[in-house]
C-alpha cells in the first residue's frame, strides 16, 4: 500500500482545514485511491472528511498566488465602472511610484477605449511602447513579476465596492432599477459579495457534478446518525433538502444569509426592492488563483 506521510497529511490539512490525525486516517481509509495518483487520493481524503464531518469548509477557499492592486474609475454618469487589476509578487511594490503610475496609465488607457479583457489591454500601445513591453520592462527594473491580472468593464445600472486597500471589490449590474437607487443598492450587493464570496447567481450555474456529488455526502452523512435510524424517509428528505440548502448558501448570492443580517437571505432583500434584480456580478480579491 502507499505510504501516508506527513507531506501528504500537510497537503490535505491545509485542502481541508481539518486536524492532522483526522486528515492521517482520512488518507488511511482511502488508501486504495493512492494507485489512481496523488490528486484523486487527496480528493478522496477530502470528501471522506466531509462524510463525516471532520472537515473546517476550506476545501473551496481560494488560495492568494500573489499581490498586487486594483485601479477603477467611473463615468460621469455612473453608469460604465472600469477596474484594471494588475499583480506583482510582494505587497511592497504596490507601494512603488513607478508601479502606481503604470496601474493608473493602464487604467486610463482601458478606460478611453472601453476594454474589457487583459488582453485587449496587452495589445495596445502606451506612450509609443506596446504594453506588454512597457510591463515587461518595469517588471526588469524592478526585480517583479508583474502583470495585468484582469480587466473589466461595466456599463448600465451598476453599483459597485472597492475596498480601502484596493486590493477586494465588487460591481453588481441590475435591472427593474436605475439612477441613485441603483447605486446604493449595487453598493450594498457588492459589499455583501466582497464579505460572503458568492461563486454563482442561480443555483441552475452551480456545476451539476459539485451538486451530485454534494448530495450524495449529506445521503452518507445521514445514514451514518444514529439519531436518524428510526426518522420517516420524508424527515430524512427534509433534513436532506435543509443541508444541501446550507451547501447552496456558501456558493449562490441569492442564499446567502445577508451581511447586514444574517436572519434573512440575499434574495428577502432584493424582494423588499420591487422589481430589482441582479442581472450579473463579479468579484475581485488581487491574487486570487
Known amino acids: ?72 474609475k467611473l463615468s460621469p454618469d455612473g453608469k460604465t465602472l472600469t477596474v484594471v487589476e494588475m499583480t506583482a509578487n510582494t505587497d511592497f511594490v504596490t507601494k512603488n ?9 493602464l487604467l486610463e488607457l482601458a478606460d478611453t477605449n472601453a476594454l474589457d479583457s487583459a488582453e485587449k489591454l496587452a495589445a495596445q500601445t502606451l506612450n509609443g511602447t506596446p504594453v506588454a513591453e512597457a510591463v515587461k520592462a518595469l517588471a526588469g527594473k524592478i526585480g517583479e513579476n508583474i502583470g495585468i491580472k484582469r480587466v473589466v468593464r461595466y456599463q448600465g445600472e ?54 451530485k456529488k454534494e448530495t450524495e455526502i449529506v445521503a452518507e452523512r445521514l445514514k451514518n446518525d444514529p439519531r436518524n435510524a428510526t426518522k420517516p424517509p420524508e424527515i430524512l428528505q427534509k433534513i436532506a433538502a435543509g443541508q444541501l440548502g446550507k451547501f447552496y448558501a456558501s456558493f449562490v448570492l441569492p442564499d446567502q444569509p445577508y451581511f447586514r443580517d444574517s436572519k434573512i437571505t440575499v434574495a428577502q432583500v432584493m424582494k423588499e426592492q420591487g422589481g430589482a434584480a441582479v442581472k450579473r456580478f463579479v468579484r475581485f480579491q488581487v491574487g486570487a488563483a
Open 158 to 211: 451598476i453599483g459597485y465596492y472597492i475596498h480601502h486597500d484596493s486590493k477586494q471589490g465588487a460591481i453588481v449590474e441590475l435591472t427593474g432599477v436605475s439612477g441613485e437607487k441603483a447605486q446604493a443598492l449595487g453598493k450594498e450587493l457588492a459589499m455583501h459579495i466582497v464579505f460572503a464570496k458568492p461563486a454563482y447567481l442561480t443555483r441552475e450555474e452551480v456545476p451539476a457534478d459539485l451538486v
Open 1 to 72: 500500500m502507499a505510504d501516508v506521510n506527513a507531506q501528504l497529511v500537510a497537503k490535505l490539512r491545509e485542502k481541508s482545514g481539518a486536524r492532522m490525525m483526522d486528515c492521517k486516517k482520512a488518507l488511511v481509509e482511502t488508501q486504495a485511491e493512492a494507485a489512481k495518483g496523488e490528486g484523486p487520493w487527496l480528493a478522496a481524503a477530502e470528501t471522506w472528511l466531509r462524510t463525516k464531518s471532520l472537515d473546517k469548509g476550506h476545501a473551496m477557499a481560494e488560495r492568494t498566488a500573489t499581490e498586487g492592486m486594483l485601479a477603477h
Open 97 to 105: 511610484a513607478e508601479f502606481l503610475k503604470l496601474l493608473n496609465d
